[in-house]
């Protein structure tokens, strides 16, 4: 039986939802249909405990710490249109996150893949954005802000692109309000904000989003 959050129950959802689709209903509805069913067979815990994903991590809002990280594009753990991935138009979706806490000197945005074959892949490092801005636009980048090296080597996003077959991957989109400019020159890594934020993080959130070919 598959946990409410974890990878297992996601890939289930995602193929009831298309399941619903392929009976002719419309995407928003699939979704909720989609959601009734599983949480019918599989109530979350009676105790409100999160889910443990892969790795020992949390389920479904897995670093919800102030902050709610969401996307106009795709709900979280569902999957994300085909345009943002690397075969698409390989475009960077947009986010919007609260209100952050005051104190605030610095937003950080990392994108990574822990399903990727050879361990977790970077998809997108966003360093430098301004404590007063709590969206990203989709293919855009706000004012001041500095994109990192993604997994493919190259600045900027780098959409979704995971081997033919596998189960849906999941990908951790993580917003950092920091109490202190990170100053990561101008190609940070996903490591290196990582390293940066610990001790220092206001406020935390994350969206998931799932892609699969």
């Not at 138009?89 to 986010?95: A, M, Q, R, V």
């Not at 959409?159 to 990170?182: I, K, M, Q, S, T």
């Amino acid at each position: 039986m598959p946990n409410p959050g974890s990878h297992a129950y996601d890939v289930k959802r995602t193929r009831l939802r298309a399941e619903y689709e392929d009976r002719g209903v419309a995407d928003a509805a699939a979704d909720q249909a989609a959601n009734d069913e599983l949480q019918r067979a599989y109530p979350p815990n009676a105790v409100g405990e999160r889910a443990a994903g892969p790795r020992g991590g949390g389920g479904g809002v897995e670093d919800d710490g102030g902050l709610h990280a969401r996307s106009a594009a795709f709900s979280g753990h569902t999957l994300m249109p085909a345009r943002f991935s690397l075969d698409g138009e390989n475009t960077s979706p947009p986010l919007q996150w609260d209100e952050v806490p005051p104190g605030t000197r610095e937003v950080a945005l990392v994108c990574e893949d822990p399903d990727a074959p050879g361990g977790t892949f970077t998809h997108w490092v966003v360093t430098g954005i301004p404590a007063d801005v709590n969206s990203i636009a989709e293919g855009s980048l706000p004012p001041g802000a500095v994109e990192g090296r993604n997994g493919f080597g190259e600045r900027g996003w780098g959409g979704p692109r995971p081997p033919v077959g596998d189960e849906p991957h999941r990908y951790f989109f993580r917003v950092y309000a920091v109490d202190r400019p990170l100053d990561l020159g101008p190609e940070p890594t996903a490591e290196d904000v990582h390293a940066a934020v610990r001790g220092h993080v206001l406020a935390k959130g994350t969206l998931v989003g799932l892609f699969g070919r």
